[in-house]
């Protein structure tokens, strides 16, 4: 595989460098893997800031 990535609710989304002790792609995290990570730390960021339109919560909690 040229990427691989986790993704949890304790660690968001982490790239995979090495499986069995192999490289995956080039050993970094790849150009896909990058901007995903990127786009969910805005999207909590967001979130933690309350802006309903990037929300990850559901617009019924916003009502209460």
Known sequence: SREV???SS???IA???RIDGRSVGNGKPGSLTRPVMEAYAA???ANAE???AHST???LA???
């Open 5 to 7: 990535f986790f993704t």
């Open 10 to 12: 304790l660690r968001a």
């Open 15 to 17: 790239p995979a460098v």
């Open 43 to 45: 999207l909590v960021a």
């Open 50 to 52: 309350g802006d309903p």
């Open 57 to 59: 919560r559901s617009p």
């Open 62 to 64: 916003y009502a209460m």
